[in-house]
């Protein structure tokens, strides 16, 4: 099983969809989990945490779940503005408490 | 600054010339890394720095590769002996403590290897 494993995509949406994005980590002691958003030719930022009782800012929500060593993604009323690749991020993968691990992300591209 | 600061931007070099690249990190900022994509790929991790000390090589690619940080401060990579599949966008992040905040990612620099 690969360390950080994300649907590649690509997911085209019109606009007001929702869409889900999931990733898959092996490590059950990863500690931290975090979503972040890659614009075409620009560098990675964080989107959000995730944290174990799931958490929410504004369209977007981001859940864990531990048992199954699954986080997941939910964008509601997409804009085009939310067109980027989305990468899901674990720290304590490979039995280190600081390496941030990156999926190879799941582009995203919402349409008029 | 008030960001991850690398340079240069973008670096053209010939095959087997050795290049260097400097990742300025926010100020306070204990952990350091360096990353690696390659277009249309993934990031590939290479190198984390607590302070001056790298307790993880294990990401460079070859004996080409080193890292080093001085001051708890600037970090530079330094590639020996370019090859053509180096050429990829090579990322900077800092954070306050390892792995468990936020990093955050300079612009890159661009590497070409021609």
């Known amino acids: 099983r690969k360390e950080v494993e994300q649907d590649p995509g690509p997911f085209n949406v019109p606009e007001g969809a929702t869409v889900a994005f999931n990733c898959t980590y092996s490590?059950?002691?990863?500690?931290?989990f975090f979503w972040y958003r890659q614009d075409c030719r620009k560098e990675p930022k964080l989107l959000m945490s995730?944290?174990?009782s799931g958490n929410e800012d504004g369209r977007f929500t981001a859940q864990l779940n531990r048992a199954s060593q699954y986080i997941s993604l939910l964008i509601r009323d997409s804009k085009l503005s939310d067109s980027a690749t989305y990468l899901c991020?674990?720290?304590?993968?490979?039995?280190?408490?600081?390496?941030?691990?990156f999926g190879k992300g799941t582009l995203l591209t919402v349409n008029p | 600054g008030a960001g991850v600061s690398q340079s240069p931007s973008n670096k053209v070099t010939e095959k087997g010339k050795d290049v260097e690249l400097r990742c300025d990190p926010i100020?306070?900022?204990?952990?350091l890394y360096w990353y690696r994509q390659s277009l249309g790929q993934g990031l590939e991790f290479l190198i984390y720095?607590?302070?001056?000390?790298?307790?993880?090589k294990s990401g460079l690619p070859s004996d080409r590769f080193s890292a080093e940080r001085t001051g708890g401060s600037v970090s530079t990579l330094t590639i020996q002996r370019t090859q053509q599949e180096d050429s990829a966008v090579y990322l900077c992040?800092?954070?306050?403590?390892?792995?468990?905040?936020?990093?955050?990612f300079g612009q890159g620099t661009r590497l070409t290897v021609v």
């Open positions: 992040a800092s954070s306050w403590d390892r792995g468990n905040t936020e990093a955050f």
């Open positions: 490590n059950s002691a990863s500690q931290s």
């Open positions: 995730v944290y174990s």
């Open positions: 991020v674990v720290n304590g993968e490979g039995g280190s408490n600081y390496k941030l691990t």
């Open positions: 100020s306070g900022h204990t952990a």
């Open positions: 720095f607590q302070g001056n000390s790298a307790p993880d």
